[in-house]
């Protein structure tokens, strides 16, 4: 029996993919497709696959030709599927042309034509909404946000707003676009989404009038800093039907995901600590460091790191303690150490007093060690008792990050989806509720 192998994303399946199908099936006797995971091409950039992986086996065993499907879900898996399959063909599309030669090794490789004048890429184009976004604020994480908007298909970024008129004309020049810096109606009028990153305080007043005005929101962190506050704002756009998300670029990200999906499957056992930190040094003059504009290390890095307490934790802790060093009314650095009924957590945050940046998950039977910058995961370990059985994660963080948050945001909008796993409403205002004990000084002590 002549055993064949192919291999695809087979996105929106067109007649491209068929006619392929069927021509790989017919070189032999037994067809074995693979079909790639959503992580998989996550981590081949390719972001913006519209069919998750089973609606695109289904839609690969629908066409008849397929005896077997298989999950492509690691680089190098070719190789040893055309071994423990004993395979004797693989057969890709001319578009692939010498790129798989290297299996010559192991079997017989064979590029057939590719259909012209179709493919996924172009059929998410055809059927794709533009969405039509605006940034709110012209500073460091903005100017990372137009590249990374561009990875992402639905985003186009094309107004910012501040009402600082020199920065906003400087950045409206750099990126190519119009530019707004007193009449923020006139710059809603022209847009679909808002990007909040503006200073602290600002954020509330920004996102309500945005949504008022029947626009999506993603927020930078820290979202706002009062629970009723983010409470409203979720609520509003809940019975509004608009999207609002905290820009919390960690917890958008695939490698965060698969560490917090492997915690809760039991790799570690039961979780019992969880220990983050994250410092920056900065000096002055910088907003930081200034209290009036709600400058400090809780406000600053709280958000990320509360958000990773809570994805391995939950959001029901019992007692929250901080203990803080203050320069000028500003926290330059604080531990806050968290309760919760049958688990602890704590978080050492800087901006004036430098520290190593990881994490630390410890359970059970193991422990997760996430080294420094935890925040951009792209290695993490899972450790034992027994180093043999210690296993190793390798991931890609792509560009800056933040194109997974713009995904998510731009992926919510386009399917009408209020509510995201990967960063729930209710572990937002959790997150808020944390930042607001510590602005009111609740089991507060300066040390
Ligand atoms: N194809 C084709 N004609 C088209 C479009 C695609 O013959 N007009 C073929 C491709 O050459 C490929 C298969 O259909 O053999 C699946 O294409 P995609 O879904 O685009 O998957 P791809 O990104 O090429 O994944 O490990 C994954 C593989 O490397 C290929």
């Known amino acids: 029996m002549k055993k064949i192998i192919t291999y695809g994303t087979y996105d929106l399946l067109h007649e491209g993919h068929i006619n392929l199908l069927r021509r790989v099936k017919e070189l032999g006797d037994y067809l074995i497709v693979g079909v790639t995971s959503d992580s998989f091409d996550r981590g081949r950039g390719k972001l913006n696959v519209r069919n998750n992986v089973l609606e695109r086996v289904e ?4 066409t008849g030709y397929a005896d077997e499907v298989i999950i492509e879900d690691y680089l190098g898996q070719k190789i040893d599927d055309i071994q423990r399959y004993d395979v004797d063909i693989f057969a890709i599309g001319s578009d692939w042309e010498g790129k798989f030669d290297y299996l010559n090794e192991y079997c017989k490789v064979i590029y057939l034509p590719r259909t012209e004048g179709i493919s996924s890429t172009m059929l998410r184009e055809q059927t794709e909404e533009v969405y039509r976004i605006g940034i709110v604020g012209s500073g460091r994480i903005a100017k990372r946000f137009v590249p990374e908007s561009k990875v992402v298909n639905s985003a186009k970024v094309i107004a910012v707003y501040d009402p600082n008129k020199e920065s906003a004309d400087e950045f409206g020049e750099m990126f190519g676009l119009k530019v707004f810096s007193d009449r923020y109606d006139d710059f809603l009028s022209e847009i679909d989404a808002v990007y909040v990153a503006s200073s602290h305080l600002t954020h509330y007043e920004y996102t309500k009038q945005s949504l ?8 930078e962190i820290p979202f706002v800093l009062s629970t009723v506050q983010a409470r409203e704002l979720y609520d509003f756009a809940e019975t509004h039907n608009l999207v609002l998300l905290e820009a919390s670029k960690t917890a958008f990200c695939p490698s965060f995901n698969h560490l917090v999906t492997l915690v809760k499957s ?4 039961d979780v019992v600590d969880v220990k983050t930190s994250l410092s920056k040094m900065v000096t002055a003059p910088t907003r930081e460091l200034d209290a009036a504009q709600a400058g400090g290390a809780m406000n600053e890095h709280a958000p990320l790191n509360m958000m990773a307490i809570i994805k391995l934790l939950g959001k029901d802790y019992s ?8 320069e000028n009314d500003v926290d330059i650095y604080t531990k806050v150490n968290i309760c919760y009924p049958r688990a602890t957590a704590s978080m050492t945050l800087g901006i004036g007093v430098k520290t190593e940046g990881n994490m630390v998950i410890s359970g059970t039977k193991g422990y997760v ?4 910058p935890w925040w951009l995961t792209d290695f993490f370990e899972i450790r034992y008792e027994d180093q043999t059985k210690n296993k190793k994660y390798f991931y890609s963080y792509d560009g800056d990050g933040l194109r997974y948050e713009i995904q998510e945001f731009m992926s919510m909008i386009v399917n009408q989806r209020k509510s995201s796993y990967k960063l729930r409403q209710r572990e937002s205002v959790a997150i808020a509720e944390v930042i607001e004990k510590f602005n009111q000084r609740e089991n507060f002590k300066e040390i």
Not at 212 to 219: I, Q, R, S
Not at 319 to 326: E, G, L, Q, T
Not at 369 to 372: H, I, N, Q, R
């Open 369 to 372: 060690y996430v080294p420094a």
């Open 319 to 326: 007692k929250v303690d901080f203990y803080s060093k203050m």
């Open 59 to 62: 839609a690969v065993k629908a």
């Open 212 to 219: 008022c005005a029947g626009k999506h929101v993603l927020c």
């Open 266 to 269: 039991g790799v570690i056992g």
